[in-house]
Nanobody, 116 residues
Framework: QVQLVESGGGLVQAGGSLRLSCAAS????????AGWYRQAPGKQRELVAH???????KYADCVKGRFTISRDNAKNTVYLQMNSLKPEDTAVYYC??????????WGQGTQVTVSS
């Protein structure tokens, strides 16, 4: 009944940009809060950014000033704009959406690879 679809990952050179998106599968879903996480090989999954209902966003220290989380409530979609990418940003990125009534769900992940 609930499925999140992620897109926007890819291969970029250091200093480049990518925009990730995460969309809920049904228009009847409504997003309360959202987060972007990432997991690099051999590392634990970490929180990159999250946004709550009031539009307040917070970021991990390592991405502050480079990443921006936003959402389009009409489209039930959350975005992560990633600028000035570094090789250390290479990971699988996962969205997590907290939906009103339905609870929290994970996206399938999208690979981001940043080359030197």
């Amino acid at each position: 009944q609930v499925q999140l679809v992620e897109s926007g990952g890819g291969l970029v050179q250091a200093g480049g940009s990518l925009r990730l998106s995460c969309a809920a599968s049904r228009s009847t879903f409504s997003i309360n809060a959202a987060g972007w996480y990432r997991q690099a090989p051999g590392k634990q999954r970490e929180l990159v950014a999250h946004i709550i209902s009031g539009g307040i966003a917070k970021y991990a220290d390592c991405v502050k000033g480079r990443f921006t989380i936003s959402r389009d409530n009409a489209k039930n979609t959350v975005y992560l704009q990633m600028n000035s990418l570094k090789p250390e940003d290479t990971a699988v990125y996962y969205c997590n959406l907290d939906l009103y009534y339905w609870g929290s769900y994970w996206g399938q992940g999208t690979q981001v690879t940043v080359s030197s």
